[in-house]
T-cell receptor
Framework: GAGVSQTPSNKVTEKGKYVELRCDPI?????LYWYRQSLGQGPEFLIY????????DSGLPNDRFFAVRPEGSVSTLKIQRTERGDSAVYLC????????????FGEGSRLTVL | AQTVTQSQPEMSVQEAETVTLSCTYD???????LFWYKQPPSRQMILVIR??????QNATENRFSVNFQKAAKSFSLKISDSQLGDTAMYFC?????????????FGQGTTLQVKP
């Protein structure tokens, strides 16, 4: 497709389980971002990739969160030992280098930890 | 650290009327971008309008315009001739031009309902 694709759209898991969320950016976009949006709040930055490398991971809340982008395209956000506080919508966005902030967002993955 | 504040959690407007959404921000930088993003119920964020801090002229995109007051660190969005499709959550966002990471800092959002 032409837009940013995120899977799954919804994920329900139990506390302590491992979760992977996938993002397929727009073809040719070198920059990729993960944000977390809690209910009724604005998105919070998690991590930024330029190509294959994480250029800025200052928003990852703790070492249970990890993200990869091995071939510079698809990215996976991995959450270990999930906690109820991890429940949120995880948004992925991509952009062209130097696009001055025009990020193209996916529809997000809603994670619910029971 | 930069912060973005939207003090209006909810707003409503009649179809075809004009509404203004407020945003203030705090930064010590002089070179940055400001944005308004729209998030409809589908959850997909869409860029509405962008302002470069070094440009004095206010940005305009069709029915959407901004009032950028750099000294006051204020960045409001005006929607003219409101349409039902404008119903959404609106986020103000800041991006520093230093470091070139493209990282956005968002406000808490304003839910706008356009009434027929």
């Amino acid at each position: 497709g032409a837009g940013v694709s995120q899977t799954p759209s919804n994920k329900v898991t139990e506390k302590g389980k491992y979760v992977e969320l996938r993002c397929d950016p727009i073809s040719g976009h070198t920059a990729l971002y993960w944000y977390r949006q809690s209910l009724g709040q604005g998105p919070e930055f998690l991590i930024y990739f330029q190509g294959t490398g994480a250029a800025d991971d200052s928003g990852l809340p703790n070492d249970r969160f990890f993200a990869v982008r091995p071939e510079g395209s698809v990215s996976t956000l991995k959450i270990q030992r999930t906690e109820r506080g991890d429940s949120a919508v995880y948004l992925c966005a991509s952009s062209l280098l130097g696009s001055a902030g025009e990020l193209f967002f996916g529809e997000g993955s809603r994670l619910t930890v029971l | 650290a930069q912060t973005v504040t939207q003090s209006q959690p909810e707003m409503s407007v009649q179809e075809a009327e004009t509404v203004t959404l407020s945003c203030t921000y705090d930064t010590s930088e002089s070179n940055y971008y400001l944005f308004w993003y729209k998030q409809p119920p589908s959850r997909q964020m869409i860029l509405v309008i962008r302002q470069e801090a070094y440009k004095q002229q206010n940005a305009t995109e069709n029915r959407f315009s901004v009032n950028f007051q750099k000294a006051a660190k204020s960045f409001s969005l005006k929607i003219s001739d409101s349409q039902l499709g404008d119903t959404a959550m609106y986020f103000c966002a800041f991006m520093s031009r230093s470091g070139n990471t493209g990282k956005l800092i968002f406000g808490q959002g304003t839910t706008l309902q356009v009434k027929p």
